[in-house]
């Protein structure tokens, strides 16, 4: 009789489900692909997989505690490959008419030089809306210029908007090496200079704009405008997939408990291994691993309280979305108006970069942006 009652019991036990089953990605398969999620959208999917994304993606070659030269020879590296794919992503679109564009050259605060690209519709009648927009790529690598970045801004401006894009200092790639807070210095300073020129470029007002390190920026700008006395000069921030957290190089467990997106889509699109990376180039000793100013999911209510209408957009299976959704919940503990936005089957910064492949989904964000920028 007693025989019997151990194979049951580990019939029964084998037979039970899994803990992680049913939920969603790599929480409840750690070997889940990007290419085999039902939450992705398919189009996603085909346009990423001729650039070898649709997986899981690899991890690189070193860490966070590599010597510097070599953060810096990687960051560099990954700069170049990711430039390559926002262009292939492009291809094939015509230019938009109707525009201006103009180049502007403003002093920076460390003696350097700050371009910025400016772009409005050639018939606007009279005073429109601003945006100051400031690109992605971690605070670390990518550019303006770059051509995910520029047709962006053409975009938004062929709405009715003026938009200025600002080429800040990065903490590595061509623009750089210029760690924390060298950008951030940069994102103040054309601030400032859009905000003391706004009848020169025909403006009412200004609106703070980003995605992934460009929305840590934005949100940084604001916070130190807050701090330094000038929060007046922004009118709304809309901040698209925020990476401000600096949570990536957390153990698996940490990062389940306090942002679980961190694994349920890590891999997709970009990594933990590889945000972790640059975060170790943005904040090489990391030492401002709680300071809001270089990670805002740090910032307190109090920090928050006061600040101009938000915007804060996630995107479903990005690594990043719960950063984003939990500053969203916190500044409407702090009595921000603020309005959160996810949208849904798209990897990190995919409402950007998906022109040609999602078109729908690309005249979505652009009309959101002009829609939060017109109505301040």
Same mark, same amino acid.
């Given at each position: 009789? &007693?025989?019997?009652?151990?194979?049951?019991?580990?019939?029964?036990?084998?037979?039970? $489900?899994? $803990? &992680?089953?049913?939920?969603?990605?790599?929480?409840?398969?750690?070997?889940?692909?990007?290419?085999?999620?039902?939450?992705?959208?398919?189009?996603?999917?085909?346009?990423?997989?001729?650039?070898?994304?649709?997986?899981?993606?690899?991890? $690189?070659?070193?860490?966070?505690?590599?010597?510097?030269?070599?953060?810096?020879?990687?960051?560099?590296? /990954?700069?170049?490959?990711?430039?390559?794919?926002?262009?292939?992503?492009?291809?094939?679109?015509?230019?938009?008419?109707?525009?201006?564009? &103009?180049?502007? &050259?403003?002093?920076?605060?460390?003696?350097?030089?700050?371009?910025?690209?400016?772009?409005?519709?050639?018939?606007?009648?009279?005073?429109?809306?601003?945006?100051?927009?400031?690109?992605?790529?971690?605070?670390?690598?990518?550019?303006?210029?770059?051509?995910?970045?520029?047709?962006?801004?053409?975009?938004?401006?062929?709405?009715?908007?003026?938009?200025?894009?600002?080429?800040?200092?990065?903490?590595?790639?061509?623009?750089?090496?210029?760690?924390?807070? /060298?950008?951030?210095?940069?994102?103040?300073?054309?601030?400032?200079?859009?905000?003391?020129?706004?009848?020169?470029?025909?403006?009412?007002?200004?609106?703070?704009?980003?995605?992934?390190?460009?929305?840590?920026?934005?949100?940084?700008?604001?916070?130190?405008?807050?701090?330094?006395?000038?929060?007046?000069?922004?009118?709304?921030?809309?901040?698209?997939?925020?990476?401000?957290?600096?949570?990536?190089?957390?153990?698996?467990?940490?990062?389940?408990?306090?942002?679980?997106?961190?694994?349920?889509?890590?891999?997709?699109?970009?990594?933990?291994?590889?945000?972790?990376?640059?975060?170790?180039?943005?904040?090489?000793?990391?030492?401002?691993?709680?300071?809001?100013?270089?990670?805002? +999911?740090?910032?307190?209510?109090?920090?928050?309280?006061?600040?101009?209408?938000?915007?804060?957009?996630?995107?479903?299976?990005?690594?990043?979305?719960?950063?984003?959704?939990?500053? +969203?919940?916190?500044?409407?503990?702090?009595?921000?108006?603020?309005?959160?936005?996810?949208?849904?089957?798209?990897?990190?910064?995919?409402?950007?970069?998906?022109?040609?492949?999602?078109?729908?989904?690309? /005249?979505?964000?652009?009309?959101?942006?002009?829609?939060?920028?017109?109505?301040?």
């Amino acid at each position: 009789m &007693t025989t019997t009652s151990e194979p049951a019991t580990a019939a029964a036990a084998s037979s039970a $489900p899994s $803990p &992680t089953a049913g939920l969603p990605g790599r929480l409840g398969d750690p070997t889940m692909q990007l290419r085999d999620d039902p939450r992705c959208d398919p189009r996603m999917v085909a346009a990423l997989a001729p650039f070898g994304l649709d997986g899981a993606g690899a991890p $690189p070659p070193l860490d966070g505690s590599a010597p510097r030269e070599a953060l810096l020879e990687f960051c560099g590296a /990954a700069e170049a490959g990711f430039e390559a794919v926002f262009a292939g992503l492009m291809a094939g679109l015509p230019e938009l008419e109707g525009l201006t564009r &103009t180049t502007r &050259t403003i002093d920076g605060p460390d003696g350097n030089e700050i371009t910025l690209y400016v772009v409005r519709p050639a018939d606007a009648d009279g005073p429109i809306p601003g945006v100051l927009h400031v690109h992605g790529g971690g605070m670390v690598i990518l550019a303006a210029a770059g051509a995910a970045y520029a047709r962006f801004r053409d975009e938004v401006a062929a709405t009715g908007v003026c938009v200025v894009g600002v080429e800040y200092r990065n903490g590595a790639g061509v623009l750089g090496p210029h760690p924390f807070p /060298a950008g951030l210095e940069d994102c103040t300073a054309a601030l400032k200079w859009v905000h003391a020129h706004k009848e020169e470029l025909g403006i009412t007002t200004i609106t703070v704009a980003g995605e992934s390190g460009g929305a840590n920026l934005s949100l940084a700008t604001t916070l130190k405008a807050k701090r330094d006395g000038h929060l007046a000069m922004i009118d709304g921030v809309y901040a698209m997939v925020p990476y401000i957290s600096g949570a990536y190089g957390w153990s698996e467990e940490d990062r389940r408990r306090e942002l679980p997106s961190l694994v349920e889509n890590d891999g997709y699109f970009i990594g933990c291994a590889i945000t972790d990376v640059m975060v170790s180039v943005y904040d090489p000793d990391r030492s401002h691993s709680r300071d809001p100013l270089c990670w805002p +999911y740090w910032a307190s209510v109090e920090d928050l309280a006061g600040l101009p209408p938000h915007v804060i957009s996630v995107n479903e299976v990005d690594p990043l979305r719960d950063e984003g959704l939990a500053y +969203y919940r916190r500044l409407l503990a702090a009595g921000v108006d603020a309005t959160g936005r996810t949208v849904l089957g798209v990897c990190h910064g995919g409402d950007l970069m998906f022109r040609v492949a999602m078109p729908d989904m690309y /005249a979505a964000t652009v009309a959101d942006v002009s829609r939060f920028a017109t109505t301040r």
